[in-house]
């Protein structure tokens, strides 16, 4: 295992599946985690997720001083019964709305020498929770949905 790196991003698991939210500080990402966490989705870590390479797949942990908390402006900071550790399938940055391409090119990263698809949503569209799990099937289940080949 690979000494972690410490990044700015929110990690949530769903059904098994690490995904990462980056953004700047007040771009959405614990309010999109809260949204999927409300629909089943287990919170990871907040804000800042710790990662290393364990094989062929990225983990995402919290950081001890901050696990199972997750801020929600308004409110307060909330402790959660959060997952322990996740593997990475999907990195998603949050981005304005009108910085989103219609129908963009297929961007994939590197990080600690695996490779992981990339993908732009609007965070704070009705919309955006349902996209990122369809996204996410796409990605890692066989079958449909299914992203089309350009």
Same mark, same amino acid.
């Given at each position: ?48 997720? #710790?990662?290393?390479?364990?094989? #062929? ?13 997750? #801020? ?24 304005? +709305? ?46 449909? +949905? ?5």
């Amino acid at each position: 295992m690979d000494e972690p790196i410490l990044i700015h991003a929110t990690a949530v698991a769903i059904d098994g599946h690490g995904v990462l939210l980056r953004g700047v500080p007040g771009s959405g990402k614990s309010d999109l985690a809260l949204r999927l966490i409300d629909a089943g989705a287990r919170l990871v870590a907040d804000d800042q997720s #710790e990662l290393s390479r364990r094989g #062929e797949t990225i983990v995402a942990r919290a950081p001890a001083t901050i696990a199972g908390l997750i #801020e929600l402006r308004g409110i307060g900071i909330l402790r959660l019964e959060p997952l322990a550790e996740a593997s990475v399938a999907l990195i998603v940055d949050l981005v304005p +709305p009108q910085s989103l391409e219609r129908l963009p090119s297929r961007r994939r990263e590197a990080i600690l020498g695996i490779e992981l698809p990339v993908i732009a949503l609007a965070p704070f569209e009705a919309s955006t929770a349902a996209k990122l799990r369809l996204a996410l099937r796409a990605f890692t289940a066989p079958g449909l +949905p299914a992203m089309i080949e350009e």
